[in-house]
């Protein structure tokens, strides 16, 4: 009997052990779908670098990512840059499918490297179709599409794309300008439609994710889908009579197939270029692609080259001018790292200049310095005296145009840190500084960007493109000097009657309307231009949740204990009214 039960026993540990082994094993998780990546890249030197950088910062397994690239027709050096990194990243990939072709650099009928004939529009549908058949034959999940010049800068596009589970679904870019990566209105002919909700959806004003008749450039498509078994770019449907263009082809393809387009814009999911004119060059492309670089340096998120992909040093110079200085707090380090990183880009060499910060100044140190306040003064509208900041920024100024003068420069341009640069800056500016020396013209100072007050009385210089007679203006975001516009600032004396730079300088000129101010500056004979349109702008406006100034949030000049901010001034709101009641010839309209 005893044997009996202790055989049961062992019998019953052994069983149970069985069974708690079994019951405690856990399930492998599941790994993530699998995503082909189409990179058809033409004459796209310059952006690449970045492109692949956004690619290889994706958050996703790259050992579930295959590639497919192509390129073809190319003037410059696509084809290099695109190897160089395939051959590093194909062992990160699951599979690389590398297509170069590196002859004809031009298509049949084609008026330039931009300019799109029906020959370039039938080619690059067939690539797209070839991409999208690899991916169906490697039974890929999805397939995502991205010009060679829309930069992915969130690394969680991908994913996100992904969870919201469309067959077709773009997520929406931002540009220099109004233009994206979709429609809201198409005609029935196929062509653009105006529409009501383009751009409360382009400034994000409404958010979510919307059905569209067109989606194009970056769009990611769910293979898995039954409707996308009939998607295709290449050859377009037998009714298609639309124009001859591979992204309206697809997009009477989805309509065809009853598969609708989404576009996604609840995050900010990276950049897309304007695309160039037909007339247009590849250098063309590449400085408006340079300012998309400096437009997401200050939106963000920002765009990074690839760490596998060679980039070549600019060439930095000084277009014409002596010195070009940057004004810089010490305590605002991202300031100055993005205005250098934004010269280097447009390629021109400045000179850091430590601004004078007004908060570390005290009493005494302003009275050694020789500063005193114009007699009289008090901001238009809040009535309050002039602040520590301000004081700082006159001399940050001051110093400058002090050693113009010592040191005989004959023309110096001065940046602000708060600068948002305009496209095609660099070219603008060369070509308006060239036409002033040809035309002889006796100029002083010319504003580059400036708060206009009244600009309907400006009027246009003769024999000098895109240049006008400064008017009262707020501002000292940039400017070019002339030695003899600094040796008028210097002989003014201004310190030991200061008032706010931007106020002094209309003095100057004799455009400010307060005569009171004006009657304590006798030679008010400065040269004052300013272009037009302007060239730069400020990154932000008082109001903004990124905007921060240093001289409107300070303290009195003469008393620490009084505290100030712009609410009382209005003097850096972009456009609007001031509140009833608050009346002043210097508010300032919108830029």
Same mark, same amino acid.
């Given at each position: 009997m005893f044997g009996w039960i202790l055989a049961f026993s062992l019998a019953f540990m052994r069983t149970q052990c069985y069974f708690t082994e079994e019951n405690y094993t856990e399930e492998s998780k599941m790994q993530q779908p699998t995503v082909v990546i189409a990179i058809i890249a033409r004459n796209a030197a310059h952006s690449l670098p970045y492109y692949l950088g956004a690619l290889e910062r994706l958050n996703y397994p790259k050992d579930r990512i295959s590639i497919w690239a192509a390129t073809d027709h190319n003037i410059d050096n696509t084809t290099a840059v695109l190897r160089e990194w395939l051959t590093v990243m194909q062992q990160y990939y699951h599979y690389v499918e590398w297509r170069p072709m590196d002859k004809p650099t031009s298509y049949a009928g084609e008026l330039g490297p931009k300019h799109w004939s029906n020959g370039r529009y039938e080619y690059i549908m067939k690539l797209k179709q070839a991409a999208l058949n690899f991916a169906k034959k490697r039974w890929a999940d999805y397939i995502l599409y991205a010009d060679a010049d829309n930069i992915l800068t969130n690394?969680?596009?991908?994913?996100?794309?992904?969870?919201?589970?469309?067959?077709?679904?773009?997520?929406?870019?931002?540009?220099?300008?109004?233009?994206?990566?979709?429609?809201?209105?198409?005609?029935?002919?196929?062509?653009?439609?105006?529409?009501?909700?383009?751009?409360?959806?382009?400034?994000?004003?409404?958010?979510?994710?919307?059905?569209?008749?067109?989606?194009?450039?970056?769009?990611?498509?769910?293979?898995?889908?039954?409707?996308?078994?009939?998607?295709?770019?290449?050859?377009?449907?037998?009714?298609?009579?639309?124009?001859?263009?591979?992204?309206?082809?697809?997009?009477?393809?989805?309509r065809a197939s009853e598969v609708q387009m989404y576009l996604c814009n609840k995050d900010r999911y990276g950049y897309l270029n304007v695309p160039a004119k037909p007339h247009q060059t590849v250098e063309d492309d590449r400085i408006n692609f340079v300012h998309l670089y400096l437009e997401a340096l200050i939106d963000g998120p920002p765009m990074y080259v690839s760490r596998y992909v060679h980039v070549p040093p600019k060439q930095m110079e000084m277009m014409g001018f002596d010195e070009i200085y940057l004004i810089n707090l010490r305590r605002r380090p991202d300031r100055r790292e993005r205005m250098l990183w934004s010269l280097y880009e447009l390629e021109i060499n400045a000179k850091v200049v430590d601004a004078v910060d007004g908060a570390a100044l005290n009493s005494s140190d302003i009275k050694i310095?020789?500063?005193?306040?114009?007699?009289?003064?008090?901001?238009?509208?809040?009535?309050?005296?002039?602040?520590?900041?301000?004081?700082?920024?006159? #001399?940050?100024?001051?110093?400058?145009?002090?050693?113009?003068?010592?040191?005989?420069?004959?023309?110096?341009?001065?940046?602000?840190?708060?600068?948002?640069?305009?496209?095609?800056?660099?070219?603008?500016?060369?070509?308006?500084?060239?036409?002033?020396?040809?035309?002889?013209?006796?100029?002083?100072?010319?504003?580059?960007?400036?708060?206009?007050?009244?600009?309907?009385?400006?009027?246009?210089?003769?024999?000098?493109?895109?240049?006008?007679?400064?008017?009262?203006?707020?501002?000292?975001?940039?400017?070019?000097?002339?030695?003899?516009?600094?040796?008028?600032?210097?002989?003014?004396?201004? #310190?030991?009657?200061?008032?706010?730079?931007?106020?002094?300088?209309?003095?100057?000129?004799?455009?400010?309307?307060?005569?009171?101010?004006?009657?304590?500056?006798?030679?008010?004979?400065?040269?004052?231009?300013?272009?037009?349109?302007?060239?730069?702008?400020?990154?932000?406006?008082?109001?903004?949740?990124?905007?921060?100034?240093?001289?409107?949030?300070?303290?009195?000049?003469?008393?620490?204990?009084?505290?100030?901010?712009?609410?009382?001034?209005?003097?850096n709101l972009k456009g609007g009214t001031p509140p009833a009641g608050i009346q002043s010839a210097s508010y300032k309209d919108e830029l």
């Open positions: 690394p969680e596009t991908l994913n996100l794309l992904i969870a919201e589970n469309k067959s077709v679904i773009a997520p929406m870019l931002d540009s220099q300008s109004a233009y994206s990566n979709y429609w809201c209105g198409i005609t029935p002919q196929g062509y653009y439609r105006r529409t009501a909700e383009y751009f409360p959806t382009r400034h994000r004003y409404r958010k979510g994710c919307f059905p569209v008749p067109m989606v194009h450039s970056t769009m990611l498509l769910d293979l898995r889908k039954e409707g996308t078994k009939k998607l295709a770019f290449h050859p377009p449907h037998k009714d298609y009579s639309w124009p001859f263009d591979d992204i309206i082809v697809f997009a009477f393809s989805s310095l020789g500063v005193d306040i114009l007699p009289g003064y008090n901001d238009p509208f809040s009535g309050r005296s002039l602040t520590k900041g301000e004081v700082g920024c006159f #001399l940050s100024h001051y110093y400058i145009w002090k050693e113009m003068v010592d040191m005989q420069m004959d023309k110096a341009l001065i940046f602000e840190d708060d600068v948002r640069f305009q496209g095609n800056f660099k070219r603008r500016l060369m070509q308006l500084m060239e036409e002033v020396k040809l035309s002889e013209l006796d100029w002083d100072i010319i504003y580059l960007g400036r708060k206009q007050v009244n600009p309907a009385q400006e009027q246009p210089v003769e024999n000098v493109r895109n240049l006008v007679y400064a008017d009262y203006s707020y501002w000292t975001l940039s400017y070019a000097i002339s030695l003899q516009g600094a040796q008028k600032l210097i002989n003014a004396e201004p #310190l030991s009657k200061m008032l706010p730079v931007d106020e002094f300088l209309p003095i100057m000129y004799d455009k400010h309307p307060n005569d009171d101010y004006k009657s304590h500056f006798l030679n008010r004979n400065l040269q004052a231009y300013s272009t037009n349109p302007l060239l730069v702008q400020p990154c932000h406006y008082a109001g903004d949740p990124e905007w921060v100034s240093d001289t409107e949030t300070s303290t009195l000049w003469d008393n620490d204990t009084v505290r100030t901010d712009w609410r009382g001034s209005y003097k």
